[in-house]
Nanobody
Framework: QVRLVESGGGLVQAGGSLRLSCEAS????????MSWYRQAPGNQRELVAT???????NYADSLKGRFTISRDNAKNTVYLQMNSLKPEDTGVYYC???????????????WGQGTQVTVSS
């Protein structure tokens, strides 16, 4: 029904930047909040940032000022601009959207497959 495809991950040196993208496709009636999560090896998945349908944003406290989330509603795409990257930012980054499929009355969360971000020191 709803498919998420992430891109933009890779290997970068500390201090560098990456921009992640996540496009939602399929039978989508509407999308509410869009978020990025990340999971480092041995750690639980944690929220990185969220942007609502009204463009309100929320960030993990430790990431404020370095990461910026944005969305393009016409493209059903959410972005994560990551600057001043640190080795501790290494992990798999997952896209999450709250969407309502066509023909459904229910909102539900959907997850992407994840994209690896590796920051070398």
């Amino acid at each position: 029904q709803v498919r998420l495809v992430e891109s933009g991950g890779g290997l970068v040196q500390a201090g560098g930047s990456l921009r992640l993208s996540c496009e939602a496709s399929g039978s989508i009636f509407s999308i509410n909040a869009m978020s990025w999560y990340r999971q480092a090896p041995g750690n639980q998945r944690e929220l990185v940032a969220t942007i609502t349908s009204g463009d309100s944003t929320n960030y993990a406290d430790s990431l404020k000022g370095r990461f910026t989330i944005s969305r393009d509603n016409a493209k059903n795409t959410v972005y994560l601009q990551m600057n001043s990257l640190k080795p501790e930012d290494t992990g798999v980054y997952y896209c999450n959207v709250i969407a309502r499929p066509v023909g459904s009355s229910w909102w539900r969360p959907y997850w992407g497959q994840g994209t690896q971000v590796t920051v070398s020191s």
